[in-house]
């Protein structure tokens, strides 16, 4: 049977957006109803969803007299429910279970898995009451599409831009699929993870970079076995030619700085951070602006000797500010002596599990197998070859073992 998604609607700006959302979800194949709260209304007028979708728009409590307890059966009629643009007030509302209009209601009411994604000013966005909402919500279940940066309509800039609509159209259909497919292990419901995958360009020039063999499959595997298990998931990406996996959010960079400035944005708010990606050790330490020419004598001469400065390690900065009960797990890809040299970076980088794969032999490296090791300060379990995305899972068993103190 058709499967219906439920659009919950609120009163911010970014509810222009929200009518493409509902003719994406239609392009996927699902059947849309949308509610809106009283204050929506103010920025679109219903009519516009109501065109679209082709079914009444719901929005006061009492507004359906032929059906006395509305809420109910819209929460019913729900596979997954997803709000966007939600806005502070009613994040605030459904993290307390307020339920004072219909939206509101519906959302208590609605056992279907609930999506949220927030926008708002960033002032609103980054308030503490905020924030502390949001994770109420995560921590329930709740799959949250965080908020991206960038120019906002009050004129500000920051974070509080409701998300790419493609991501919530992932989460939302992850969060739909996930959920009828119950059987599988929803172990990091709740969790957020972080992973690095890929490698990183450090350019010369517009056309040249230094970079590296890494073709992102360990990390985007890992990506997608946390979603499978209900986590919230940041993929931060260097340049790969791997499509993104279903639910999960990417952040897309070139650089290693860029790579440390997107990890600093999402690393508080991770319980396992997976440092897949083979960061280039060394950055160019200035980058020509045009493309160098060999036949021009002084760019021929940069070009012979181009100097590098040490880029910064990002698992090991981003370890240095670890809490309490977060997991941090890093790669080693070593030709000879792998666990003795594994154990080092583990202690020098202040990781909980190190991943130790042995390259060369046709493992590791853009295959679709891989053969590691898992060190721990405790000891080292060396696991047979397998598809990456079963070493993702056994990663993930481990480090949800590590953060519940096992
Ligand atoms: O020191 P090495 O590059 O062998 O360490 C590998 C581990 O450290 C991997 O987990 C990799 O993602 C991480 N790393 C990093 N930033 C760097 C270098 C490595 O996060 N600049």
Known sequence: MEKTILVGVTGCIAVYKSAELVRLFQKAGYRVKVVMTEHATHFVDPLTFRSLTHEPVAIGLFDDPSDPIHHISLAEEADVFVIAPCTANVAAKIAHGIADDLLTTTALACT???????????????AAATQENLATLEKRGVRIVEAGS???????????RLADLNDIVSATIAALEGDAASDGDQDLAGKHVVVTAGPTYEPIDPVRFIGNRSSGKMGYAIAQAAVERGARVTLISGPVSLDAPTGVQVVRVQTALEMLAACED?????????????????RPETVSDHKLKKSDTEDSAALQQVRLVANPDILATMAQGKRAGQVVVGFAAETNDVVENARKKLEAKRADLIVANRIGEGVAFGTDDNQASLVTPDGCEDLPLMSKHDLADRILTRAVEIGSGC
């Open 150 to 160: 960038g120019y906002l309509a009050c004129g500000d800039v920051g974070r509080g």
């Open 112 to 126: 279907a898995p609930l999506v949220v994604a927030p926008a708002m000013n960033v002032h609103m966005y980054e």
């Open 266 to 282: 999402a690393f508080s708010q991770s319980d396992i951070a997976v440092f897949s990606a083979a960061v280039a050790d060394m």
